[in-house]
DNA sequence: CTGTTAGCGCATTCAT
DNA sequence: ATGAATGCGCTAACAG
């Protein structure tokens, strides 16, 4: 089974590699019985052209690159499943590039997708530093984030507000009687997800007439394992009756808390309440279900393909600009627990 | 800022394009003090030397693709890591294409990698049916398959032996004196996971004497909300005395099936044992922890890749062939209880 | 060791 | 409406 190219094809049909092409992009423009011809010899053949050698010849792939710091945060595929939707419905298609965690590989990662030649890239999570900044810089093309930001760069940049999002969750569990919150907290160097949630839980407590204590927030990495940790040390420093609720930086360290606190035969919600933050599918899966602050991941996926299709399309590599702020939510189950008293 | 080529480096650095093709592929090919000039110009020029052309002329992308049915099932972030990994050492990128749960698509991905010159093609889970193993027959890549097998042509395939693995869990649950197994099936009619795994559970009980009765047995799609309802509907049949343990063809039904149960006032695992099938990190997350059969995912996709890669190098596109079976293992957690009596 | 030439497969002027 | 020629950016022979 030999290379079939729009020459096979062209010499099967009898006509010119030009008329081939044409079928191929614009089947109107060429009679309707040498289209024929043409169309039946592509299916004897069974040719497929080659997206490449267009991709050379039109100088652009059709395609947009997606940079992720790493598959394994479990929200990647609700953001994808949005992303590739309207790439789709666009006719585009997602270039993935996984930095597995690597702030090195992450940095290739935008060298790898220029040179695949992507309309325009969309950066996930992680802090944008100067060196990112830089390489944007000479990119030469659109760049927008998602669930990030940008504080240098008016780069386009779709997410929540996390502080407002954090005060919010923080008070609905004050507006449930809890006074004594404990937070197992992103790091406080990560300033898109780690210190903004603090911060916005942190206003909530002194908003509402609370007290912060230092003792009952501790740190962990967003995931499982850590939550459990940082559960564990707060719990060894203010006991069992220390708290009785306590909010998490995600939903996986909301339960990797829940886990620990089960251990320590404290039950959810009766004995303490927990909020999570991310409203990944897990957050619903679990019973009782997780009480949780949503981030609309999908939403923000498709808004950010959209953007950056409109910057593509308009032709320059500046973006709409500015962040937008979407709306969070906060979805109510089962781990919070109005105290009755 | 323009377009930078190989040609722009030439001129710059005051070489033919040759010696900067030179340069860019076997450095040491070229005299020592000529190199730097032209790595000078490069830096100099940002250059990013296009991977499309270079593929046309070299007849090869270094790529291989990766189809899978949907990016929504969780397990999928599991099998991609191991992929990637291996991918990588070997100089190799993924393409990924998501069929989002449509068969006309998933043929569509076929066509798509093809045409984007991909070496060879990881095809992931969902039945070889007719037309895929047509649409295979034409492509003139390899092709192998993970977490599926074929049983028509001798494709590679990896995967677990899942009438096996689902009889050890069976028995597994036997062995700690149940002997009421409710069934939370997958589809009858999915050969590679739905009917397999009811096999091993029949199997299991008539093996150690158990009866199979059909009321205990219902059938979803593999995801939590279809866990819940199926579990519901074993409920309105045989009652909440009817079975003290449920084998769910999934962790995502099992746990639909935990949230059921607990809605019905049975806790788990004190009233009643569940076990779930593939070990998803939500497993290891929910309280207590999901004790489930591990498919070793990443194992899977790295010896996808190695086999692929091998047939590559080869050069033909017959793989290693044969069914490649995985040994599966039963991961101990809190959602089985030993019957005391 | 380096420059020249000739494609890779397709799209796109121009002619006809 | 169709064919011939040219170029996309790069690699690979073959010279020198």
Redesign the interface.
Same mark, same amino acid.
């Given at each position: 089974?030999k290379k079939v190219t729009i020459r096979t094809v062209a010499n099967r049909a009898g006509v010119s590699p030009a008329t081939v092409s044409r079928v191929l992009n614009d089947p109107l423009k060429v009679g309707a019985d040498t289209r024929r011809k043409v169309q039946q010899a592509m299916a004897e053949l @069974?040719f497929?052209?080659? =997206?490449?050698?267009r /991709? %050379?010849s039109m100088q652009h792939?059709d395609t947009i690159g997606l940079l992720v710091p790493g598959?394994?945060g +479990?929200f #990647?595929?609700e953001l994808?499943?949005g992303i @590739? &939707?309207v790439a789709g419905e666009h006719g585009m298609?997602v270039? %993935?590039f @996984?930095a597995?965690l690597d702030h090195h590989r992450a940095l290739d990662g935008f !060298? #790898?997708l220029?040179?695949?030649?992507v309309a325009g890239i969309i950066f996930t999570s992680g802090s944008i530093t100067d060196d990112y900044q830089a390489m944007i810089d000479?990119l /030469?093309i659109p760049v927008v984030l998602a669930l990030t930001h940008s504080r240098m760069r008016p780069l386009s940049a779709f997410r929540t507000d996390d502080v407002k999002a954090a005060f919010d969750a923080t008070a609905y569990l004050m507006a449930r009687g809890h006074n004594r919150i404990a937070m197992v907290s992103g790091p406080p160097e990560n300033e898109v997800a780690g210190a903004t949630r603090l911060q916005g839980y942190r206003q909530a407590l002194t908003r509402y007439g609370a007290e912060y204590v230092e003792e009952l927030v501790d740190f962990g990495d967003f995931h #499982?394992h850590e939550g459990y940790r940082a559960m564990e040390r707060i719990l060894a420093r203010v006991g069992k009756e220390g708290f009785t609720a306590v909010f998490a930086a995600s939903d &996986?360290m909301a +339960? /990797?808390a829940?886990?620990c606190l =089960?251990e320590h035969g404290l039950r959810v919600p009766e004995d303490v309440s927990v909020m999570g933050y991310d409203n990944l599918? $897990?957050a &619903?899966? $679990? !019973?009782?279900?997780l009480t949780t602050v949503a981030q609309p991941f999908q939403h923000i996926g498709r808004l950010a393909v959209e953007c950056l299709l409109q910057a593509i399309a308009a032709g320059q590599t500046e973006t709409c600009g500015g962040i937008h702020l979407l709306p969070h939510q906060i979805i109510e189950r089962g781990t919070v627990k109005a105290l009755s008293q």
């Open positions: 089974m @069974d497929q052209p080659s =997206a490449i050698a /991709g %050379l792939m598959i394994n +479990l #990647f595929n994808y499943q @590739d &939707e298609k270039l %993935l @996984d597995q !060298t #790898f220029k040179q695949h030649h000479r /030469g #499982f &996986e +339960l /990797g829940i886990r =089960a599918y $897990v &619903e899966m $679990v !019973t009782p279900g």
